[in-house]
């Protein structure tokens, strides 16, 4: 069984022409800056199959992993705090399977101890036994 991260904007009017260009361009460099090659980044649906009203829709799998499990979780939401910057007029929801992740305007995305430097050590130790 996966864990995944969700991720949508919403709004009445689609992307313009410049928006969809930044956009293109930030999820280009946050794959590009991903720090593992085999696990899944972060991953936007095509738009032309979105529902009417998404603008920007997608998912990223969580690894199995548990060393990888946090700088994962912390690529995809910095990744979609730009994004949500990028597009700050739309209605965003964010949310790990059932449990929705807030937005804070200072920190962006986060989940608690997704920096803890300790916890992450202590997870890779875990993933090696």
């Known amino acids: 069984m996966s864990v ?20 293109t361009r930030l999820i280009g460099a946050r794959q590009a800056s991903f720090p593992y090659e085999d696990e899944e ?7 032309r199959t979105a529902d009417a009203g998404t603008v920007l829709d997608g998912s ?5 992993d548990p060393g990888r499990l946090l700088p994962v ?25 059932d449990l929705d992740i807030e937005w804070d305007e200072a920190a962006g995305y986060e989940l608690p101890g997704m920096r803890d430097a300790d916890l992450a050590a202590e997870l890779a130790a875990e993933g090696e036994r």
């Open 4 to 23: 995944s991260l969700y991720y949508t904007a919403r709004r009445a009017t689609p992307l313009s022409a410049s928006e969809s260009a930044a956009v």
């Open 41 to 47: 980044s972060l991953y936007v649906y095509d738009a």
């Open 60 to 64: 990223t799998k969580l690894p199995f």
């Open 73 to 97: 979780v912390a690529h995809v939401l910095d990744s979609v705090t730009e994004l949500r910057r990028t597009l700050p007029d739309a209605e965003w929801h964010v949310h790990l399977d």
